[in-house]
């Protein structure tokens, strides 16, 4: 069964840091990009980071310099470590794949169910 399974969110002050984690499981033969989205309270999902297998970066200009996305290519885990955190970063953070399939070799996109980050002021 082809999933992602985020984990790491949770409460933190104003100012703290927190490391989020997904990882990617099933019949995967390769991703081509992974990445991370935010939904806050009464937005819409919006990008945050993205990171292509060779380790190429993008993020929304809002992030940069406060969060690094990284990568585990051997282990199909991404990382987002967010520094300096403030109370608008709260919300819903999902991963992103883009995966080639085993076997059938299907280009697919995939999205985890999402961990809650809440920032205090």
């Known amino acids: 069964q082809l999933q992602l399974v985020e984990s790491g969110g949770g409460l933190v002050q104003a100012g703290g840091s927190l490391r989020l984690s997904c990882a990617a499981s099933?019949?995967?033969?390769?991703?081509?990009?992974m990445g991370w989205y935010r939904q806050g309270p009464g937005k819409q999902r919006e990008l945050v980071a993205t990171?292509?297998?060779?380790?190429?970066?993008n993020y929304d200009n809002s992030k940069k310099g406060r969060f690094t996305i990284s990568s585990d290519n051997a282990k199909n885990t991404v990382y987002l470590q967010m520094n300096s955190l403030k109370p608008e970063d709260t919300g819903v953070y999902y991963c992103?794949?883009?995966?080639?399939?085993?076997?059938?070799?299907?280009?697919?996109?995939?999205w985890g169910r999402g961990t809650l980050v809440t920032v205090s002021s």
């Open positions: 099933g019949r995967i033969l390769s991703i081509n990009t």
């Open positions: 990171i292509a297998s060779g380790g190429s970066a």
């Open positions: 992103n794949a883009g995966v080639i399939t085993s076997g059938s070799q299907r280009r697919l996109e995939l």
